[in-house]
């Protein structure tokens, strides 16, 4: 394992979380008893985890004092149950509150990416219709960045469309641990070259940490209920928050086009910031940090 993830390793613990127990790593950096405003909470996409925003941190503290990610289970340094768990939006959601009542997280901003956009919008579903009791002041901010929300927007993958097939548990095999293919299939959905062998490299080891061939295929199910789910609930909630929103996209994405940044906007959240991040693909936050930090910190400016 390299340097930095590592220590990245080092910064993080694990907390039981669910009816099973299972654990989620979890990296509560900064202040803990900072206000909700202070407060950040990062939601990591396919195929990455919470190293994705390593980069990020110090940049983002200059605004917030307390930032919270974690790996939703099936991911990086998490648990990768074969059974009693479906890597269902909905559960990853379940989890992704846990940790925060665990954590005694009463408010935050929060900015999610790729899949972590369709958990953060079940979540918010949950806290409109029925506010956790220990969540005093919610989800003041909600920033959504490359994420599959419409899918006649989203251009999947060969590798995701395999996996989604009947041929998934062989395709699993197939893939496992391939770094070419998985180097291609990033390249592929980034949608330029600018992103690192070292930045990839970080990708491969966090999804291939202790990766049961099972969990390969099971993490990619979640795309189902994206075309289940998208029109009938989570793209409506947006309609309904009284919040500020913020839709911020790294325009060279092949994989969530900019079209579907465009979408939202128009016909869902009219007053939400948008941020055309010119220059950044899918995975904007490892290709170049710094950049993606200040685009999202002036949705605060």
Request: with cysteine; hydrophobic share 40%.
């Amino acid at each position: 394992m390299e340097q930095k993830l590592e220590a990245w390793k080092n910064l993080g613990k694990k907390l039981s979380v669910g009816i099973f127990g299972y654990k989620a790593f979890t990296v509560d950096i900064g202040d803990i008893q900072a206000s909700a405003n202070d407060t950040l909470i990062l939601i990591h996409g396919f195929p990455e985890s919470s190293y994705s925003y390593a980069g990020t941190i110090e940049f983002l503290q200059n605004r917030f004092k307390r930032i919270i990610t974690w790996d939703s289970l099936g991911f990086g340094f998490s648990d990768k149950p074969k059974e009693n768990f479906t890597y269902s939006l909905f559960e990853h959601a379940d989890i992704a509150l846990d940790v925060w009542r665990q954590l005694s997280i009463c408010g935050a901003h929060v900015v999610a990416h790729d899949m972590g956009d369709s958990i953060l919008t079940e979540i918010l579903c949950r806290i409109h219709q029925n506010k956790p009791y220990w969540m005093k002041e919610a989800i003041l901010s909600a920033t959504f960045t490359n994420g599959g929300m419409v899918m006649r927007h989203t251009h999947m993958r060969i590798g995701q469309k395999i996996l989604l097939s009947s041929l998934k548990g062989i395709a699993a095999a197939l893939i496992k641990e391939n770094f070419a293919f998985f180097k291609f299939q990033i390249y592929s959905a980034h949608g330029n070259k600018k992103l690192t062998l070292d930045g990839i490299q970080g990708l491969f080891d966090q999804f291939y940490y202790n990766t049961p061939t099972d969990v390969i295929w099971k993490v990619v199910q979640y795309y189902k209920e994206r075309y289940r789910f998208e029109a009938t609930r989570w793209l409506p909630i947006l309609t309904q928050l009284d919040i500020p929103i913020h839709i911020a996209w790294g325009v060279d994405d092949q994989n969530n086009v900019k079209e579907s940044a465009l979408y939202i906007k128009a016909h869902y959240v009219p007053n939400a910031k948008i941020t055309m991040m010119e220059g950044l693909g899918h995975f904007a936050q490892i290709q170049d940090p710094k950049r993606w930090s200040k685009y999202i910190l002036d949705f605060w400016k």
